[in-house]
């Protein structure tokens, strides 16, 4: 005997649902680091589930009440976009998941499996109508929609995990004053040196940096602490460079002469205690890895966000927006390929905008008189490309590397970004009494004019300096870095 209809329908709508949030859920089980999960987040996505499970549950029953094809066409429309969320988180987890990523790159693949697929569908729908729904109901009622279980039960789980700190403030303030000048270490995200410098100039299009490198020291020869944001931003926090650095859960793990450990950037050699010790307030702002998990107490503020879960960017905001969130958070976590990269793209990229916007927001905080060390990582010019020098224009593919265009327009967005900092840092009347530092953890890893992704741009203006300097002689950044916040000028 078959369920009444509601019970059917509420019992897909669920399963649906939770097809949908798998991609969400298989991130939480088996790479949860860079999420920076909070319980919260837990609570509002299960509570988007099961708002997402009721519509779907009242569309369903509407579609099971229909006849012939109509019928099956409803039921079609109304499962094809959890089941391709359900099939982007698989394809995720697969063994040969890098291989199929770049198989899909070819047109004949991309395009073609999706013609291929659409047509099977549309020959099935035309040639046996009630068969397709039949099948289509069976494989969402007996086979798929168990998973929606695993899948609350993993979003219940998180409720309960462990709480990863995205902000802090005022943990132990520094007390006294050394005299030393403040310093800003402006850290943009694959900001490429050979894309800066046209020889050992800087390039016209990027005037606000011309203008600040005008009287800055230009050190030619830095190399990063890794090839990847990963291994970068730890070995800059560090002051020194790890073999490798993956997360594991909830931490992030150094590899080095072939042991692992837990990585610890709280050691008095490292960046923050050495900017301590020089009388300097530390604050970190940051994205991609849980920063503030990483820095503990070392930092007197703190503030983290995460380049894929949404949630990280609210700190207060209607329950529309936390319902939302967890949907976009899914979203973000598709792959970038055609067809799922056109939401992908849409969602990512006002992610990025949002996080930049944040980024800025909190630099531009009024704070405590006193000499600080700002240790700021922007998100751009990573992609996804959707900005330009004029703002946010996203294009209709925000992920294209190659050719290199999108990257360049959101150098000069980069460019127009750090313009903006120097001129409120002008008008409050702290520029002069700052020391700048730009600088990036990598290089432009889709190619291009890109010859060494560990060959970073690094410009420093001293307080007061107003001659420009060329430096020529190897130094590794996370090094020069230090040396910076310890020099005391």
């Known amino acids: 005997m078959r369920a009444p209809l509601d019970l059917r329908s509420a019992w897909l709508g669920f399963g649906l649902s939770g097809l949908f949030f798998y991609p969400l859920a298989s991130a939480l089980s088996s790479d949860p680091y860079y999420l920076q999960w909070q319980p919260l987040h837990g ?9 997402q499970a009721a ?10 009440l229909r006849e012939g094809r109509a019928a099956t066409i409803a039921l079609l429309m109304v499962a094809l976009l959890p089941l391709s969320s359900f099939g982007a988180g698989v394809s995720r987890q697969m063994p040969f998941a890098d291989a199929l990523r770049r198989l899909w790159e070819l047109p004949v693949a991309r395009y073609g499996l999706v013609a291929v697929t659409a047509g099977s569908l549309a020959t099935a729908f035309l040639v046996w109508p009630r068969a397709m729904r039949t099948g289509l109901e069976r494989l969402l009622g007996g086979v798929l ?11 219940a789980r998180s409720v309960f995990g462990p709480t990863t700190p995205i902000t802090t403030q005022g943990a132990t303030p520094v007390t006294g004053s050394s005299g030393c000048a403040s310093v800003l270490a402006l850290l943009f995200d694959e900001f490429s040196y050979a894309y800066l410098y046209e020889g050992s100039e800087i390039r016209p299009d990027l005037p606000n940096l011309r203008r600040f490198g005008a009287r800055a020291t230009h050190y030619h020869a830095v190399r990063s602490p890794g090839p990847e944001t990963i291994d970068a931003i730890p070995g800059y926090l560090a002051g020194r460079t790890f073999d490798a650095v993956v997360a594991h859960r909830q931490v992030l793990l150094a590899l080095n002469h072939g042991q692992h450990s837990v990585l610890d950037v709280t050691q008095p050699d490292a960046l923050l205690p050495t900017a301590r010790r020089t009388g300097l307030s530390p604050e970190v702002i940051g994205y991609y890895i849980a920063d503030c998990s990483l820095v503990g107490s070392t ?11 949404r949630a990280t960017l609210q700190q207060s905001g209607s329950a529309f927006d936390a319902l939302f969130d967890p949907v976009l958070t899914t979203v973000i976590l598709w792959p970038r ?3 799922l990269g056109i939401l992908k793209g849409w969602a990512f990229g006002r992610h990025q905008r949002a996080i930049v916007d944040a980024t800025l927001r909190e630099l531009a905080r009024p704070r405590e008189p006193g000499a600080r060390f700002q240790f700021v990582h922007v998100s751009i010019p990573h992609l996804p490309f959707v900005f ?3 703002g946010f224009e996203p294009p209709r593919d925000p992920f294209v590397q190659r050719p290199d265009s999108a990257y360049a327009n959101q150098l000069r967005y980069a460019d127009r970004v750090f313009g903006e900092i120097v001129d409120r840092m002008t008008r409050e009347e702290s520029f002069a009494d700052t020391t700048i530092a730009f600088f990036s953890d990598h290089g432009f890893r889709g190619g291009g004019r890109e010859t060494d992704v560990r060959h970073v741009p ?10 420009r300097r060329d430096v020529t002689t190897p130094i590794a950044g996370e090094q020069l870095l230090k040396d910076l916040v310890a020099s005391c000028n």
């Open 388 to 390: 330009t020098k004029r």
């Open 299 to 309: 930092a007197d503020m703190c503030r983290s966000f995460s380049f894929y879960n």
């Open 458 to 467: 690094f410009l420093v203006e001293r307080a007061g300096q107003v001659e």
């Open 337 to 339: 390929q055609f067809p």
């Open 43 to 51: 609570w509002w996505a299960l509570a988007a589930l099961t708002l």
């Open 145 to 155: 929609s168990p998973i929606a279980i695993v899948v609350t039960l993993t979003l």
């Open 55 to 64: 519509v779907l549950g009242i569309a369903l029953r509407q579609a099971l």
